[in-house]
């Protein structure tokens, strides 16, 4: 999702991918790969980058959580969770995002 062309994204998920992504601003919420497309192409076009500090996964469900920096400078942190389906695809997709708070010290000089 941050690269030149974010929509490739989308290659990796179900049609019916479910998702939650809960922002300082509201939640965002959909029940297709379409609806999930569509928060896509309302995000703001910024330069963001998503650093992840730690990762694991435990059977279908992978977890990542890191630091979302935008020109170069962190703005906050993420946790996401993503059920993998047996195509290898994302069937359920959720990401809390906190500008305010960070659960591992972010790196010195993360997104610098």
């Known amino acids: 999702m941050d690269g030149q062309d974010p929509a490739k994204a989308l290659e990796l998920m179900e049609p019916d ?3 939650l992504i809960a922002l300082p601003s509201g939640e965002v919420a959909g ?3 379409a609806d999930f497309a ?3 192409d309302g995000r703001n076009p910024v330069d963001r980058v998503h650093e992840i500090l730690r990762y694991c996964a435990d ?3 992978e977890m ?3 630091v979302v920096t935008e020109a170069g400078e962190p703005v906050g942190a993420f946790h996401s969770a993503a059920v993998v389906s047996p195509n290898g695809l994302l ?3 959720q990401a809390f995002f906190s500008t305010t708070f960070a659960l591992i ?3 010195e000089g993360a997104g610098r």
């Open 91 to 93: 069937a359920r997709y």
């Open 105 to 107: 010290d972010w790196p």
């Open 31 to 33: 029940t297709s790969k």
């Open 59 to 61: 059977g279908d469900t």
């Open 64 to 66: 990542v959580y890191g």
């Open 38 to 40: 569509a928060y896509l």
């Open 17 to 19: 991918l479910r998702f």
